[in-house]
């Protein structure tokens, strides 16, 4: 019997019985849909995952940090010799990754922590400073019109997050966006932010000492009850990162500038005292040599992260990569989407059962008809191939509606989980090609595995006790 004679006696089996054809097709479409959503789920998780190391300098990035760094108020306790095997990031430090080989790029990042002020609103910034290339490698997403702050400018410029307007609250409520709702009257772009760098010398002078207190504890002499404000610098915005107030990305709730202008600034306002976050000698007088936050390394290729890495542990520095976190996260994410798509498969089980009885079914009605088949010659193998390609026709059927079905129910989901709906970064659930047709192959390959046995009692029917069959 030819190929065509049995795809065409499948087909019409099928198309006869159109009520159990569909519902067994139904179950297979909520088994392959279970199935695709589920591991969606995780993918989508994975995608968010790598957009997000993507962000941070991809593959090849290396966070360098000092040996010995513990925050703000370093104190340095050691010799002139032991100071430098602290290991700082300092510009010779910066000098000496450059020079390693694989590396293309090294640039140094400083955090500080500052208070801004505009009208009736105050609000904390982390700033980060950065130098022209390393801002360049952030590959930050500004709004129209938006600019990467000028080196060379006197004033010192600023790129806000999108978010970074959250951080601002009313002086007189201490309420903000998070409490109110309501988003503050401040045009990030275009109005100029008072800074406030000496964020400790801000707060005393808003809490003064009691006019009562005596003047040995007050510190403040004749003029206790008096604290003076410290500076405010005027810096103007350069550019705002694409996004609303309420959308997350790795850069929304950042402050970037200049390096070179913030250290300028920085050594101003704190002359001849310790700069927050800078180490310090024993007797409390400023590191002699300025101290970064972190260097950003680029290795020249993925292959090479983890010579590099070696070799900077090697010279005495912390090292982290995102290597490191992706190896991690890819574990946790192949387990989650084992159980996902374990759940999903139930459904498909159940599918499989459905079909293998309604091939069950369709030989005890069709036993006249294997009979007759038999008779005028039909092969064993064929008989079995008729009912074979039936269970997979429905497995296919199923298979391919149970993909649309996905999609839209993918589509549903990350629309409603998307932008102001739920706060969701990035879609929740991603759908690849590779993962529809793998659904199609299982369910066809189920579809045909369920009508396997029933194949076989077909093809072990007795022609005489077939045709005898009322």
């Known amino acids: 019997m030819r190929w065509s004679d049995l795809l065409r006696m499948s087909v019409s089996s099928l198309r006869r019985r159109k009520l159990r054809t569909f519902l067994t097709v139904l179950g297979v479409v909520i088994g392959t849909a279970s199935i695709v959503v589920m591991i969606s789920m995780g993918l989508g998780l994975q995608e968010a995952m790598y957009e997000e190391v993507a962000e941070n300098g991809g593959t090849t990035a290396i966070t360098v940090t000092g040996k010995d760094s513990w925050g703000v108020g370093m104190m340095y306790t050691g010799s002139s010799s032991e100071e430098e095997s602290q290991k700082y990031i300092t510009d010779e430090a910066i000098d000496e990754l450059r020079n390693l080989e694989h590396v293309q790029s090294a640039e140094p990042v400083l955090n500080v922590s500052a208070i801004g002020l505009k009208g009736r609103y105050e609000g904390y910034l982390d700033i980060t400073g950065m130098t022209p290339e390393g801002l ?32 601002f609250y009313e ?3 201490m309420k903000g966006y998070w409490d109110t709702g309501e988003v503050p009257d401040i045009d990030m772009e275009n109005d100029s932010i008072f800074l406030i760098f000496d964020t400790d010398g801000y707060h ?25 404000i410290p500076k405010k610098y005027a810096v103007k915005s350069s550019g705002v990162i694409e996004g609303g107030i309420d959308e997350y990305n790795m850069n929304s709730s950042n402050v970037y500038c200049d390096l070179d202008t913030l250290k300028s600034y920085l050594q101003k306002e704190f002359r001849g005292r310790v700069i927050p976050g800078q180490p310090s000698t024993a007797s409390g007088k400023p590191y002699s040599k300025f101290v970064y936050s972190m260097a950003r390394i680029q290795a020249d290729d993925m292959e090479n992260v983890e010579e590099l890495s070696s070799a900077i542990r090697s010279l005495g520095y912390n090292v982290s990569t995102n290597i490191e976190y992706i190896e991690s996260m890819k574990k946790q994410f192949a387990l989650v989407q084992a159980v996902l798509g374990g759940i999903g498969a139930v459904s498909l089980l159940v599918a499989a059962i459905g079909i293998a009885n309604t091939m069950m079914m369709s030989i005890y009605e069709r036993t006249k008809e294997i009979g007759v088949m038999k008779v005028i010659g039909c092969g064993l193998k064929n008989i079995r191939q008729m009912f074979l390609l039936e269970a997979a026709f429905i497995g296919l059927a199923g298979g391919i509606i149970g993909n649309i079905l996905s999609l839209i129910i993918s589509a549903v989901v990350n629309m409603l989980t998307s932008g102001g709906g739920m706060g969701a970064p990035g879609n929740i659930s991603y759908i690849p090609v590779w993962l529809l047709l793998l659904s199609v192959g299982f369910a066809v390959l189920v579809g045909t595995a369920a009508g396997y046995f029933p194949a076989r009692r077909a093809m072990r029917l007795s022609p005489l006790a077939a045709i005898h069959n009322e």
Not at 141 to 166: C, F, H, I, R
């Open 136 to 167: 360049e490698e952030l590959k930050l997403n500004l709004k129209e019109g938006g600019n990467l702050p000028d080196p060379n400018s006197n004033q010192l410029e600023m790129v806000y997050g999108n978010a970074v307007l959250a951080n």
């Open 171 to 173: 002086k007189t409520t």
């Open 204 to 228: 005393a002078s808003q809490n003064p000492p009691s006019v009562g207190v005596d003047s040995a504890d007050s510190g403040a002499g004749e003029n206790r009850g008096q604290t003076s």
